[in-house]
């Protein structure tokens, strides 16, 4: 029983038990930068976003972000969702996703996201919102 006991506590931690933490730099695959910085026990965080792309051609500016994360202090891989405000368009996104940890330890957030851009008239509408998933990693 004491080998087994030795062979557990020796053994590395199962992906499983690992805590996803939100802290910290990321990227994406579009080479998109995220920080975010300040989460609490309540599980809402803050941040700033930077993004490498944009549907306008306006100048782009590092954007503040609000989110919250549900369970932040459990060993879970949680889920959570964040808005940015963009500095230099008219359009917000919200993105919402899951923090997962693989064998290795290396973290990735899985995400999907809505951006809606401003249109002048309900009638354009449809042509509003576009929809896409991203998968950041941290990077610090
Ligand atoms: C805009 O173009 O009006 C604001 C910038 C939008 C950037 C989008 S948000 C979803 C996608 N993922 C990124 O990292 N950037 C683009």
Redesign the pocket.
């Known amino acids: 029983c004491c080998l087994l006991l030795v062979l557990a506590l020796l053994l590395p931690r199962d992906a499983a038990s690992r805590k996803c933490h939100l802290q910290g730099l990321w990227r994406?695959e579009?080479?998109?930068n995220?920080t975010i910085v300040a989460t609490n026990t309540a599980g809402t965080f803050s941040g700033s976003?930077h993004?490498?792309?944009?549907?306008?051609n306006?100048q782009?500016l590092v954007?503040p972000l609000q989110g919250v994360q549900q369970h932040p202090s459990a060993k879970r891989h949680s889920t959570f969702g964040f808005t940015?405000q963009?500095q230099?368009?008219?359009?917000t996104?919200a993105?919402v996703g899951q923090c997962f940890v693989d064998h290795r330890g290396k973290e990735t957030l899985e995400t999907m996201?809505l951006?809606r851009?401003e249109v002048l008239s309900r009638k354009d509408t449809w042509k509003a919102t576009?929809v896409?998933t991203?998968i950041f990693t941290r990077i610090k």
């Open positions: 994406n579009l080479g998109s995220m976003y993004t490498a792309v944009a549907a306008t306006k782009i954007s940015v963009w230099f368009s008219d359009s996104t993105f996201w951006l851009e576009r896409g991203s």
